[in-house]
């Protein structure tokens, strides 16, 4: 069985800080997602990553994938309270179709 | 609309009630899935269907019966429910087998 395990869960971190999002899987794959949800709110897209090696960013967020150590982190630089949701990743085993995702980190950023 | 809709965006219903829920993409996609958001749990899927064929079924109870009659349109039907089943459903939908999923805004479920 596909595990997929996110660390922290839970993260209060303040403005203009950095600070990394990890996410191991047990399988392996070649396909991972990372999405976004706000309180209250359906899951928004981040990033593809599709091979070994990807990196993505977008503003202050910064995804990359290493394949062989089945890892994928989310760095984020320079913290703004707009970032504060929920983050999960997905790992896709099965060309598209089930998604197997992780608990999600609540991210927190406080002035 | 664009984009997954879902209706309602909230249901409360007693244990012997049958309801559904509806979810709707204008995304083109020919690939739908129900998923159950509970508190505390991963994201479960519960249904897959590509090209309006049933293609996975994670061993979800009968009292979730799916139908998908094209492929814009994806309904949960509800029946005998527990209050274990309370949850946020999520619809999304992809490209077959090559995109990222697009989730609806998701139905919250109590079960009374």
């Known amino acids: 069985e596909l595990k997929v395990e996110q660390n922290p869960l839970f993260l209060s971190m303040q403005e203009e800080k950095n600070y990394t999002i990890y996410c191991n899987y047990s399988?392996?794959?070649?396909?991972l997602y990372w999405y976004r949800q706000d309180p209250g709110k359906s899951l928004e897209s981040l990033f593809v990553?599709?091979?070994?090696?990807a990196v993505k960013q977008e503003g202050r967020l910064m995804a990359s994938l290493d394949t062989k150590a089945r890892l994928s982190t989310l760095h984020i630089t320079a913290a703004v309270h707009d970032l504060s949701a929920t983050y999960f990743c997905?790992?896709?085993?099965?060309?598209?179709?089930?998604?197997?995702f992780g608990k999600g980190t609540s991210l927190l950023v406080t002035p | 609309e664009t984009g997954v809709t879902q209706t309602p965006r909230h249901l409360v219903m007693g244990m012997t009630n049958k309801k559904s829920l509806k979810c709707e993409q204008h995304?083109?996609?020919?690939?739908m899935y129900w998923y159950k958001q509970s508190a505390k749990k991963p994201l479960e899927l519960m249904f897959v269907?590509?090209?309006?064929?049933?293609?996975e079924n994670n061993s979800v109870p009968s009292r979730f019966s799916p139908e998908c009659p094209n492929s814009s349109h994806l309904f949960l039907h509800l029946h005998t429910l527990q209050p274990e089943d309370s949850a946020l459903y999520l619809c999304?939908?992809?490209?077959?087998?090559?995109?990222?999923?697009?989730f609806g805004p998701g139905t919250r479920l109590t079960v009374l």
């Open positions: 269907y590509s090209l309006e064929e049933r293609v």
């Open positions: 990553l599709l091979s070994n090696g």
């Open positions: 999304a939908s992809s490209q077959q087998g090559a995109d990222t999923q697009y």
């Open positions: 995304l083109g996609h020919n690939a």
């Open positions: 997905a790992v896709d085993v099965n060309s598209g179709y089930a998604l197997n």
């Open positions: 399988t392996t794959s070649d396909r």
